[in-house]
Nanobody
């Protein structure tokens, strides 16, 4: 199984950019599809973006399309979520998740599809 740790969160002003990272250890990262989710107080965890094993397929939530970009570097065992034009409503704990996947093109937007989760990183956007 793979172990995940997020980093790069912080406090930024509305309109700013931020990149959060997800570092993986354990089994080879290239075997896993990766997703980013977020959760704010009082709300359910929601899908943000996902990327297939070698990055050929990507999927985004409507709320972040055009502002967020997911990518991965399998040689560095790391996935990224680049966020621009941040809004206060983007404030949440951001989690990365991994799913061991026999298919290299698939992406997944359901939290239940994922096997491993990181502890999360806080992103706070002030108005």
């Amino acid at each position: 199984q793979v172990q995940l740790v997020e980093s790069g969160g912080g406090l930024v002003q509305a309109g700013a950019s931020l990149r959060v990272s997800c570092s993986a250890s354990g089994r080879a990262f290239t075997y896993y599809s990766v997703g980013w989710f977020r959760q704010s107080p009082g709300k359910e965890r929601e899908f943000v973006a996902s990327i297939s094993r070698i990055g050929v397929s990507k999927r985004y939530a409507d709320s972040v399309k055009g502002r967020f970009s997911i990518s991965r570097d399998n040689a560095k065992n790391t996935a990224y979520l680049q966020m621009i034009s941040l809004k206060p409503e983007d404030t949440a704990v951001y989690y990365c998740a991994a799913k061991e996947d026999p298919y290299y093109r698939n992406t997944y937007d359901s939290a239940s599809a994922y096997d491993s989760w990181g502890p999360g990183t806080q992103v706070t956007v002030s108005s």
